[in-house]
Structure formats: structure tokens, C-alpha cells
């Protein structure tokens, strides 16, 4: 939902890009009456998403359409965010290839106006590879995600947080695959460049840390995931203190990679 109202503020904002913020002006003209729909018709959508009332928001959004596509043409970002909107809507309605396809529509739109490598087409990248996980359909959410991840590379450079952000996600999905190694390999990368841009003291680095011990322990390197799983619950309790839930799931954590390693000690010893 908050992506979705995200895409909504957008769109308002790329309607005031291309047409400025004047005051309004007696007579009205024509493109003014046509923004003010297009607003009254958005703001409708959006109530009635918040009082779940999904059908008649689409309705509306299909409105918007016709009202975006008389005012700015068939390709144009407000077009886009509308049909990204809508893959929203559709999918918590659990109808996901619609969604899906909404989705894709809006991607493409995105990346012909605005360019490949635009901030807009990295977010909306973002949600479709969300959905594609939520999905399980792995394979074509890690496509999504590594052109992401080449757009976060083009805009930051390779050092930056927001690199290692998609990098973890990237490393998500070679887990969910039990590609163990390649997981591995792209969170050790991920945990550098945290430490290189927001310290090894960062909540980020802890949770590289706390996946990296869990890949550890399915590639039965116990000791090796003690290690990790002792720095992310390190990290954790300096930085949210003993009490915090998080903190309290790392210590559990540790303690079970702990169990695992004594176990298997034993049985080895008999």
C-alpha cells in the first residue's frame, strides 16, 4: 500500500512537471480543466483503495486514463504511473497476471520516455520483482532485479549503499533457489560495500551478516556461521540495545547456529 500511494504522489508530481504551478487563471482553459479532473478523478482512486472499495477504484483509474491519454498522449509518464497503480490494485486483489502485466506495461513506458537508467524505472523494477518473489517465480525476478541493480550501478557508482541494497536482494533470490554459493558470493560483495560506505557498525551490515550466517549453516560451515551470526548479534545490541526484537532474534539465532555446532561435535565424537 504505501508503494502504491508512492506511485500515487508521483503521479502528481509529473503532472505539475510538465505543467507548471500557476495560479489559476478566469476563464479556466481547457488543459486546466483537464488537470483538475485528472486530480478529482486520482484523489477518488485513492479513497476508495483506503476503504477497500477495489473495484471502483480501477474504475476510476481506467477514467484517469482516458483523461491522461486526451491530455498528454498514449506515452506519457502520468500513463504509466496510472497502470502501475492499477498492477497495485489488481494484485491485492489476487489477480496477479493482470498485475503482472500492468506492471510490465508501465516499465516499458517508463524506460522509452524517461530512459533506461531513470530512478522511476529502478522503484518500479523494485515492485515488480517483489511481486515476481512473492510469486516465486525466481527466474524472472532475478531478471528484473539484476537490471536494477546494473540502473543503481549507472546512477551511484559501485560503492554505495543502495548498490548493496539491490546486491542483498539479488542474494535473496540465489537463496530462495538454493544457489548457496552464488548467495554467498554477492552478499560478501554486498557486506563490503557497507563497510566502505555506512560502517561496519550499521544495522545494513548487520543483516548482511545475519543472512550470511544463515547460508553458512546450509552449506554446513557451522563455525563459519557462528562467526557471522556473533558480529550481526554484536552489531544489534550496541545499536538497538538488549530488549529489541531484533536483537533478541539474533541472540536466538546464534544460539541455534550454537546447538547445531555442539550436536554435531557430539555425533561426531561417537
Known amino acids: 500500500m504505501k508503494l502504491l500511494l508512492l506511485f500515487s504522489v508521483l503521479l502528481l508530481c509529473l503532472v505539475q512537471l510538465c505543467h507548471g504551478e500557476n495560479e489559476p487563471t478566469e476563464p479556466k482553459t481547457d488543459q486546466q480543466r483537464l488537470q483538475e479532473e485528472i486530480t478529482t478523478l486520482h484523489n477518488s482512486a485513492n479513497e476508495l483503495i483506503a476503504e477497500g472499495q477495489f473495484e471502483e477504484a480501477l474504475e476510476k483509474y481506467e477514467e484517469s486514463l482516458i483523461v491522461i491519454k486526451t491530455f498528454f498522449g498514449e506515452e506519457h509518464p502520468n500513463v504509466a504511473a496510472i497502470r502501475y497503480n492499477m498492477a497495485r490494485v489488481l ?67 559501485e560503492a554505495h549503499s543502495e548498490v548493496a541494497d539491490k546486491l542483498r536482494g539479488v542474494g535473496m533470490i540465489y537463496f530462495k533457489q538454493q544457489k548457496y554459493a552464488e548467495a554467498m558470493e554477492t552478499y560478501v560483495e554486498a557486506l563490503e560495500i557497507y563497510n566502505k560506505t555506512v560502517g561496519e557498525g550499521h544495522m545494513s551490515t548487520a543483516d548482511t551478516l545475519d543472512q550470511m550466517a544463515s547460508i553458512s549453516f546450509h552449506l554446513g560451515k557451522l563455525d563459519e556461521a557462528i562467526e557471522f551470526a556473533e558480529k550481526a548479534h554484536e552489531i544489534t545490541t550496541k545499536e538497538l540495545g538488549e530488549s529489541a526484537n531484533a536483537t533478541l532474534t539474533a541472540a536466538d539465532n546464534l544460539a541455534f547456529y550454537k546447538e547445531q555446532a555442539e550436536a554435531a561435535n557430539t555425533e561426531a565424537e561417537l
Do not use: F, P
Open 91 to 157: 494484485y491485492s486483489q489476487n489477480k496477479v497476471d493482470k498485475a503482472i502485466l500492468h506492471a510490465e506495461g508501465a516499465l516499458e513506458m517508463y524506460a522509452k520516455i524517461l530512459g533506461e537508467d531513470h530512478s522511476i524505472v529502478s522503484s518500479t523494477l523494485t515492485g515488480l520483482t517483489n511481486i515476481l518473489v512473492e510469486q516465486n517465480r525466481l527466474d524472472e525476478a532475478m531478471i528484473k532485479i539484476q537490471r536494477d541493480l546494473a540502473i543503481q550501478r549507472k546512477i551511484h557508482g
